[in-house]
């Protein structure tokens, strides 16, 4: 579409939110983008309607189509409100969960959107203040709703807001739940179709009892209390990075037995302008400095840190120089799975019916694990829902024991449906004390998964790519990656390629195509090579970005002298491969 002929278009839709349905501050702020010379402001605001996608909405906060404000949000709430109508209409009562974390708007948000609901004779049971995500996920099976709606953008920059949609079992709708609210989504095609007008004899308040009862839930999964017992003053340092974790994170750690919980009071603070941090992303090594500052001043053995809607966790350890280290999200998947699968084996938890979980992007060590267990491993995509379903469908038959992902997620009880910060907190602070309790640090533990099954490097990269011409970028590449794979990584030869929009794989070596079995498609590419290279390329589903992901592996070593000269050769040939792909 040429420039002039797209200004046009977005002009007329703007011009269309001065009418008298939107509110004096909306009008306001849409004429300040039409008399604004520089029209990109514009073209991003109105160029498309914000999508209600498989997971919902997500954007920049502001007046506009394509941003999150109090109609973006009622059109969504209406059209769930619609699909719940249809779907459950045998219910004498649909109830619904409604939760936000601490970003600028999310309380409005939410009481939109319980006023949208209410009003459409949904029951609704909304937080009276911010809470994590998993509790939302949680209290959705709690109450026996049949939808759930949590106000977030999680670890995203403070312009943006978001608007995640659950189903009754917990976890993100998935098809063909998915696509049918979507279509009813778009079917809300003006103002005058969304009820604002809610019900508050429909709204109801929940707190603390739904924390206590997720907590209780939490102390459950404890496999080795009489570790916390021996060694619950251990220092640890928990930093909320000003989100929703500071209202559970703390209580949790103490029901479970640890008594010395330090705070980073700078980080405590509530605010979605996150004043300390240029993005409140535990997978960004600056948003983990003051807490770590704070370790060293404490002498704390154990840093963790979450985003603002506590589904993410980041960790800390002391290395064996002492020294502060951050373990990646594939590291402390992996210590969190090694420890479930191996004090259940220790403690003859095992039934041989047990499962665990790991994203299709995860590292491939943890596998090496459970297939030396006897324990079955599940490849899933990205996206907690994905594993919520491998759950939900080997619900009463096999027991789900721990799964995650590389982008810090995990979930270590099926009670939830979506990741859990919270609970592998927990886990975490145990692991460090079970490590102790056996003259060991958690860096000297992880180590050790290494020295028994082989030294692995991982390594994240993201190129963000902004507003529609970013769009159209990230789109092009996904084609160039697509029509022309690499021959080679790292100098070995590319000998297995999966697409998994084609849902085909391509084996070079035996020169055959072999069909994926995966539940839907999904825009990635993966290569894996002769010595066991796997770089995998996927745009983000929620932040304009392409993401790489590659692992490599740095062979067996057979002590911990070796371990240095291994992720020196891992890094080596990363940083090859990085410059191979201009990242």
């Known amino acids: 579409?040429?420039?002039?002929?797209?200004?046009?278009?977005?002009?007329?839709?703007?011009?269309?939110?001065?009418?008298?349905?939107?509110?004096?501050?909306?009008?306001?702020?849409?004429?300040?983008?039409?008399?604004?010379?520089?029209?990109?402001?514009?073209?991003?605001?109105?160029?498309?309607?914000?999508?209600?996608?498989?997971?919902?909405?997500?954007?920049?906060?502001?007046?506009?189509?394509?941003?999150?404000?109090?109609?973006?949000?009622?059109?969504?709430?209406?059209?769930?409100?619609?699909?719940?109508?249809?779907?459950?209409?045998?219910?004498?009562?649909?109830?619904?969960?409604?939760?936000h974390d601490c970003r600028n708007n999310s309380r409005e948000f939410a009481e939109i959107t319980a006023d949208v609901f209410s009003a459409n004779n949904i029951k609704v049971y909304l937080f009276e203040d911010l809470r994590p995500t998993p509790l939302v996920s949680y209290a959705i099976r709690k109450l026996g709703c049949q939808s759930g709606i949590m106000i977030t953008a999680s670890h995203n920059p403070k312009e943006y807001n978001g608007y995640k949609a659950y189903w009754s079992d917990g976890a993100q709708v998935l098809a063909p739940h998915d696509r049918n609210i979507i279509a009813e989504v778009n079917r809300v095609k003006s103002v005058s179709d969304i009820r604002f007008d809610g019900n508050d004899k429909l709204i109801e308040i929940v707190g603390k009892d739904m924390d206590k009862a997720f907590i209780e839930e939490i102390k459950k999964l404890v496999?080795?209390?009489?570790?916390?017992?021996?060694?619950?003053?251990?220092?640890?340092?928990?930093?909320?990075?000003?989100?929703?974790?500071?209202?559970?994170?703390?209580?949790?750690?103490?029901?479970?037995?640890?008594?010395?919980?330090?705070?980073?009071?700078?980080?405590?603070?509530?605010?979605?302008?996150?004043?300390?941090?240029?993005?409140?992303?535990?997978?960004?090594p600056a948003a983990?400095?003051?807490?770590?500052?704070?370790?060293?001043?404490?002498?704390?053995?154990?840093?963790?840190?979450?985003?603002?809607?506590?589904?993410?966790?980041?960790?800390?350890?002391?290395?064996?120089?002492?020294?502060?280290?951050?373990?990646?999200?594939?590291?402390?998947?992996?210590?969190?799975?090694?420890?479930?699968?191996?004090?259940?084996?220790?403690?003859?938890?095992?039934?041989?019916?047990?499962?665990t979980v790991k994203t299709i992007v995860t590292t491939e060590l943890v596998k090496e694990i459970a297939d030396q267990k006897g324990i079955e491993m599940y490849d899933s995509y990205t996206g907690f829902k994905w594993i919520a379903d491998i759950?939900?469908?080997?619900?009463?038959?096999?027991?789900?024991?721990?799964?995650?992902?590389?982008?810090?997620?995990?979930?270590a009880g099926d009670y939830v449906r979506d990741k859990d910060a919270v609970s592998a907190c927990t886990l975490v602070a145990e692991i460090a004390a079970f490590a102790k309790d056996n003259s060991k640090s958690v860096y000297q533990l992880l180590e050790d998964i290494y020295l028994k099954y082989g030294y692995s490097k991982e390594e994240g990269v993201s190129l963000v790519r902004e507003g529609k011409e970013g769009a159209?970028?990230?789109?092009?590449?996904?084609?160039?990656?697509?029509?022309?794979?690499p021959m080679s990584l790292g100098g070995s030869p590319v000998t297995y390629i999966k697409d998994f929009v084609k849902l085909e794989a391509t084996d070079r070596v035996r020169k055959e195509q072999v069909a994926l079995e995966m539940p839907t498609t999904s825009n990635v590419l993966q290569y894996f090579t002769e010595d066991g290279t796997k770089l995998s390329i996927r745009p983000s589903g929620t932040e304009p970005k392409i993401k790489f992901y590659i692992e490599v592996k740095g062979g067996q070593v057979k002590t911990r002298e070796e371990l240095e000269q291994a992720e020196k050769i891992a890094s080596d040939k990363v940083s090859k491969i990085r410059e191979e792909l201009g990242i």
């Open 288 to 355: 983990m400095d003051l807490a770590i500052k704070r370790a060293i001043e404490t002498d704390a053995d154990l840093v963790l840190a979450t985003d603002p809607d506590t589904d993410r966790l980041g960790a800390a350890v002391r290395d064996n120089e002492g020294n502060f280290i951050l373990l990646n999200g594939n590291q402390i998947m992996l210590l969190c799975l090694y420890y479930l699968m191996t004090r259940r084996e220790e403690l003859g938890l095992l039934t041989g019916k047990e499962f």
């Open 223 to 284: 496999l080795t209390p009489e570790a916390i017992a021996r060694h619950n003053d251990i220092k640890i340092v928990y930093t909320p990075i000003h989100g929703t974790g500071i209202t559970l994170i703390p209580d949790a750690l103490k029901a479970i037995g640890f008594t010395n919980v330090i705070g980073v009071p700078e980080q405590d603070v509530i605010s979605g302008d996150f004043p300390t941090v240029i993005s409140p992303n535990p997978e960004d």
């Open 391 to 411: 759950i939900r469908k080997n619900e009463g038959v096999k027991k789900y024991i721990g799964g995650g992902e590389e982008s810090y997620g995990f979930l």
């Open 1 to 99: 579409m040429e420039e002039g002929t797209l200004i046009a278009r977005v002009t007329e839709k703007a011009q269309s939110w001065l009418g008298d349905s939107y509110d004096a501050e909306t009008r306001a702020e849409v004429q300040r983008v039409l008399d604004n010379e520089d029209k990109r402001e514009l073209i991003d605001a109105f160029y498309k309607d914000l999508e209600f996608g498989t997971g919902g909405l997500r954007g920049i906060m502001g007046a506009g189509s394509n941003r999150m404000n109090r109609y973006t949000v009622g059109s969504a709430s209406q059209g769930l409100a619609n699909y719940l109508r249809s779907e459950f209409a045998d219910l004498e009562q649909i109830k619904v969960v409604i939760g």
């Open 472 to 485: 159209d970028e990230i789109e092009a590449m996904m084609k160039n990656y697509r029509t022309n794979p």
